[in-house]
């Protein structure tokens, strides 16, 4: 069925039900950012595939929402549709709603199939459309009668994350939560967040691309866990560990009959940026609901010792990874071979594939060259792969999953002799990365106020980017995950402190249309620095190791204690990998490290 037939077949089915229009948010019932091909409902009716964007249909505009990460993106793939671009002037802010409010007539009539939206969200609408004597209806499934070959919901085997890896046992976790449970004077803490499932029990699995999670539901009381989940996905030992860690197995769907028969009087916790609208009518009235962020969700951002040490030896594998890549590109380039973005994602993958315990990619490699590299989340494909030629610049966005943690990494090469702007363009956004890398801070600091460090070089001529300089890393698990954030990433909560034992990327970047994207990403842990008369201070210790391209950087750009910090990064650089390296990409590393 063509884009502008499911529009068509769309507004038959509003007009039959009575409604003035839909909304389709790129969601599914657990807030995943990877959605399953199941309920990627918004891109198989508008062809756009970014991970952000919400398409909302009347009976005579159909239009897409997204940030300007995806400007490029949408005007591209939205040719033909019959569906119009609305630029977000400020990234994940629902400008449609207001729009929405002040386009459609009174007593409107706004569907949506709340399955896909968080009870925060949903409040949110209900008060704008109200507030314009306009209606909200929930519930409302119109894509899955005219979505005929819909895929099913994965089941696909769960599988035990090792203790090894973990740190902490699930026994151990779920303790800690009850703990706080008994804190916050609840009875039930229910879960809907794939991360926070998998943390809590240490399982993994491959429901979702780029994510080790597996779909399902939890619910912790101060004496059981309960988990929902396709029971055909738990193989008999999985099923007899969690048995003796008092863990009852439910069917998927059961979550909504078991809510049903909670006792009157008792207490639930939840997240209601997290729990979705339709799952919290199931909850009767007569039950106290308490709200806040999910308690594991505090827990995992704190990276245990094990998990700390685990990290580090993960940068050390990855890094191998990527210094085998660099010198792979260059010496590919300079000899005449072609190559291409899509031939160097698959190049670092199977780089990182030789190292133990790797899992797979941790998010969908962003290889561009030239203007691609100003598609801020552009994702490769072999059909759009553009050739790498000796000349322009190339950046890449690429993490891997391993046993013992998970990478973000993004270096941008120049494959000549760069020009003053681009020297210029690329120092100004390293002086952000270097600017929050290299900051002390006191305790209780946000990630907010560190973010005009990022910033500054950039503001003082004019430039900027539009998305958040640095999110939350999961362990084996998202690689965007809050809760803590530098900036206003989507991942993360503004309210949140940095705090020992988070780890954070520092992305600061410059983006040019037509041309090229900088951007140098590091991984890093938040670290204890200094106690005295003035408080606690901390630190952010870089974990990443991979050079950074000295031949892009205007010295005369940087201060003295910038150019001793990259100095001595690089020197660790060489020293933590330069011994698992062939003499030929030692010889590369050792030029690629040396002194500025």
Not at 87 to 95: A, F, G, R, S, Y
Not at 522 to 529: G, Y
């Amino acid at each position: 069925m063509e884009r502008q037939e499911k529009l068509k077949a769309l507004r038959k089915l509003m007009t039959d039900q009575g409604l003035d229009c839909y909304i389709i948010p790129a969601s599914d019932p657990h807030q995943n950012e990877y959605i399953p091909a199941c309920w990627q409902f918004r891109s198989w009716l508008s062809g756009f595939t970014g991970s952000a964007g919400t398409l909302v249909v009347t009976a005579d505009v159909a239009g897409l929402w997204t940030d300007s990460r995806y400007f490029i993106q949408a005007e591209k793939q939205l040719e033909g549709s019959g569906i119009e671009l609305f630029k977000l002037k400020i990234p994940h802010t629902p400008e449609h709603i207001p729009w929405l409010a002040s386009t459609l007539p009174s007593n409107s009539k706004v569907g949506i199939d709340d399955r896909f939206f968080s009870l925060r969200m949903v409040q949110y609408i209900q008060d704008v459309l109200n507030g314009a004597g306009q209606q909200l209806s929930t519930g409302i499934d119109l894509l899955s009668p005219i979505w005929i070959d819909q895929p099913p919901i994965p089941a696909n085997p769960v599988f035990i994350h090792d203790i090894k890896f973990a740190g902490l046992s699930r026994q151990e976790k779920i303790r800690k939560v009850v703990e706080e449970m008994n804190e916050l004077k609840t009875d039930y803490h229910l879960i809907t967040t794939l991360d926070d499932i998998a943390w809590l029990l240490n399982l993994r699995g491959s429901d979702i691309s780029f994510c080790p999670f597996f779909i399902s539901f939890c619910m912790v009381t101060s004496n059981h866990t309960h988990l929902f989940i396709n029971q055909d996905k738990i193989p008999a030992s999985v099923s007899k560990a969690l048995s003796e860690d008092n863990i009852s197995i439910h069917p998927y769907e059961a979550i909504s009959r078991f809510l049903e028969k909670l006792p009157k009087g008792s207490t639930i916790f939840l997240s209601p940026e997290k729990v979705n609208h339709a799952l919290i009518q199931s909850i009767p009235s007569d039950v106290i609901q308490k709200n806040g962020m999910n308690i594991t969700t505090g827990m995992k951002a704190i990276k245990n010792p094990v998990e700390i040490e685990g990290l580090k030896r993960v940068m050390v594998k990855d890094g191998i990874a990527w210094v085998k890549t660099l010198h792979w590109i260059e010496q590919q380039v300079y000899s005449g071979i072609t190559e291409s973005e899509w031939s160097v994602a698959l190049k670092i993958a199977e780089y990182r594939s030789a190292q133990p315990e790797y899992q797979g990619e941790s998010f969908q490699p962003i290889s561009s060259y030239g203007w691609h590299g100003a598609v801020v989340h552009y994702s490769v494909t072999q059909e759009e792969s553009l050739n790498l030629r000796p000349e322009g610049i190339f950046l890449l966005d690429s993490g891997g999953h391993y046993s013992d943690g998970t990478t973000d990494t993004t270096r941008t090469v120049s494959l000549s002799t760069p020009d003053s702007q681009q020297k210029s363009d690329f120092t100004r956004a390293l002086k952000g990365t270097l600017g929050v890398s290299m900051l002390r801070f006191p305790k209780e600091t946000k990630g907010f106020q560190m973010d005009i460090l990022a910033r500054k070089s950039l503001w003082d001529i004019g430039l900027n980017y539009g998305h958040g300089t640095g999110h939350g890393v999961g362990f084996f698990g998202s690689v965007h995950e809050g809760p803590q954030t530098i900036g206003t990433s989507a991942s993360g909560y503004l309210n949140i402190c940095l705090e020992p034992g988070m780890v954070t990327t520092v992305e600061p970047a410059i983006y040019r249309e037509g041309s090229y994207g900088m951007r140098t990403e590091n991984m890093t842990l938040v670290v204890e620095d200094l106690n005295n008369e003035y408080g606690v201070f901390y630190r952010f210790e870089t974990l990443t190791l991979a050079p950074i391209d000295r031949r892009l950087i205007d010295k005369n750009l940087l201060t003295p204690a910038e150019l001793d910090w990259l100095n001595a990064y690089h020197l660790r650089v060489y020293a933590e990998l330069a011994d698992y390296l062939t003499t030929e990409e030692q010889i590369w590393l050792t030029e690629a490290t040396k002194p500025l």
